[in-house]
C-alpha cells in the first residue's frame, strides 16, 4: 500500500502547486472552478460545474448567487435537464475572468513546454495505463468484510 502513499503525497503535492497559481488570483477554489468553467465553456450548469471539479454542489450554488450579485454571472435558459438552468459570464464577468484564464493556461503551457512533449506524452500514458490497471485489480478483489 505504500506505493498508494507515495503516489497520494505526488498528487497531493500537485494539488498544492494549484492552489499557490489559485491564491494568487485572489479568488478561491470554488470561485475559480465557475470562473474558469465558464470562461472556457460559455456556459454550464451548476451540476456539471460541481461534477467536473469535485466542488459539493451548494457550494457552487453559493458561488454563483454571489456572482450574480455582483453582476459577474447571468442564469439563462433551462437546459436540457429541466432542473438546471445554464449560467453564463457577463460582460463584467468576462472582462473579470479573462486575465484570470489566460494567465492559469500560459503558467500550464511554460511548465509542459520545459517538460517537453515527449515526457507529457509520456505522463499522461502512464497515468491513463495506471488507471486501466487499478480498475482491473478492483474488479478483480473480492469485497472486504469488517468487523465494524
Known amino acids: 500500500m505504500y506505493k498508494f502513499d507515495d503516489l497520494g503525497k505526488k498528487i ?6 494549484i492552489d499557490a497559481l489559485i ?3 485572489g479568488l478561491s477554489y470554488s470561485e475559480f472552478a465557475v470562473l474558469y468553467t465558464l470562461a472556457k465553456d460559455g456556459r ?3 451540476k456539471k460545474i460541481s461534477e467536473e471539479w469535485l466542488i459539493p454542489k451548494q457550494t ?3 458561488v454563483c448567487k454571489d456572482f450574480r450579485q455582483k453582476g459577474l454571472v447571468q442564469i439563462g435558459e433551462q437546459s436540457v ?3 438546471e438552468r445554464a449560467i453564463e459570464l457577463t460582460q ?3 472582462d473579470a475572468a479573462d486575465p484570470i484564464v489566460r ?6 503551457e511554460r511548465v509542459f513546454a520545459r517538460l517537453g512533449e ?19 485489480e478492483i474488479e478483480n478483489t473480492p469485497g472486504i468484510q469488517t468487523k465494524i
Open 60 to 62: 457552487v450554488f453559493n
Open 92 to 94: 463584467k464577468g468576462r
Open 103 to 108: 494567465a492559469s493556461d500560459e503558467l500550464g
Open 23 to 25: 491564491a494568487k488570483t
Open 44 to 46: 454550464s450548469t451548476q
Open 118 to 136: 515527449k515526457n507529457a506524452e509520456k505522463l499522461f500514458s502512464l497515468l491513463s495505463r495506471f488507471c486501466e490497471i487499478c480498475d482491473k
Open 12 to 17: 497531493s503535492e500537485i494539488d498544492e502547486r
Open 81 to 83: 435537464d429541466k432542473r
